[in-house]
C-alpha cells in the first residue's frame, strides 16, 4: 500500500490512521496562530538594527477575570503511531506552546464548539521553529512532543473558573508523523 499523503486519511487494520501535515498560518487559522519568524509577518529592525522584531504573532487571550501567565511544559516523546483519545479546550482562554528543545512536535485539535468526533481531527507536525497559539475554547489534544522530553515556553491563563474541558472521541485515531 502507498504511504498515505500528509493530512490523508487512511484505514490500517481498522482503525483510521491520519498522516500529519506541514503546520502553516493559512492551514492553521481556523484554531489559532503560527508563531515563527518568517517573512509572511510584521517584522521590522530595532536596537539600531542589531535585532529584528517580528511583531505580535499571536491573540493572547486571558478572558474577563483572567491573568496571563508563562510556564514552561517539559514533555516527554510519545510513541508513534499515537492514539488520539481524547480532546481538550480552554473555554476562558488562549494557549500558546513555544518549543524550546530544538525537535519537531504534533499539533492536534478541531474547531471551538459542539464536541469533536474522531472524524474532525487535524493533525499537525510543528516544526522545532514553529510555536502554536490554540485560540480560546479550540479543541486540542495535550501536548505531543516527539523524538525525546522537550521543554516547550507556555502561555496560558491564570485565574478563576473552570477553564479545561475533556472529551472521550466516538473512536480512536492513529496518528503518525509525516515519512
Ligand atoms: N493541563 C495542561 O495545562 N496541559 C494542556 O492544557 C495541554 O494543552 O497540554
Ligand atoms: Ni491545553
Redesign the pocket.
Given at each position: 500500500m502507498n504511504a498515505p499523503a500528509p493530512g490523508a486519511a487512511a484505514v490500517l487494520s481498522g482503525t483510521r490512521t491520519i498522516v500529519a501535515e506541514a503546520l502553516t498560518p493559512e492551514a492553521f487559522a481556523p484554531f489559532g496562530d503560527v508563531i515563527e519568524a518568517s517573512d509572511a509577518v510584521r517584522h521590522f529592525p530595532i536596537n539600531g538594527g542589531n535585532t529584528e522584531r517580528y511583531h505580535d504573532l499571536a491573540d493572547v487571550d486571558a478572558g474577563p477575570g483572567g491573568r496571563v501567565i508563562i510556564s514552561i511544559?517539559r514533555g516527554q516523546p510519545r510513541a508513534m503511531p499515537f492514539p488520539i483519545e481524547m480532546m481538550?479546550r480552554?473555554p476562558l482562554g488562549s494557549?500558546a506552546?513555544v518549543p524550546m528543545s530544538g525537535r519537531p512536535y504534533l499539533v492536534v485539535v478541531a474547531p471551538a464548539g459542539d464536541a469533536p468526533s474522531g472524524g474532525d481531527l487535524r493533525v499537525f507536525l510543528a516544526r522545532a521553529d514553529q510555536g502554536v497559539n490554540?485560540a480560546r475554547g479550540v479543541w486540542?489534544h495535550?501536548?505531543l512532543a516527539l523524538d525525546g522530553v522537550s521543554d516547550f515556553l507556555?502561555v496560558?491563563r491564570a485565574g478563576d473558573g473552570h477553564n479545561?474541558d475533556e472529551v472521550e472521541l466516538d473512536h480512536t485515531v492513529l496518528i503518525a508523523p509525516p515519512r
Open positions: 511544559f481538550e480552554h494557549q506552546f490554540y486540542h495535550p501536548l507556555v496560558d479545561c
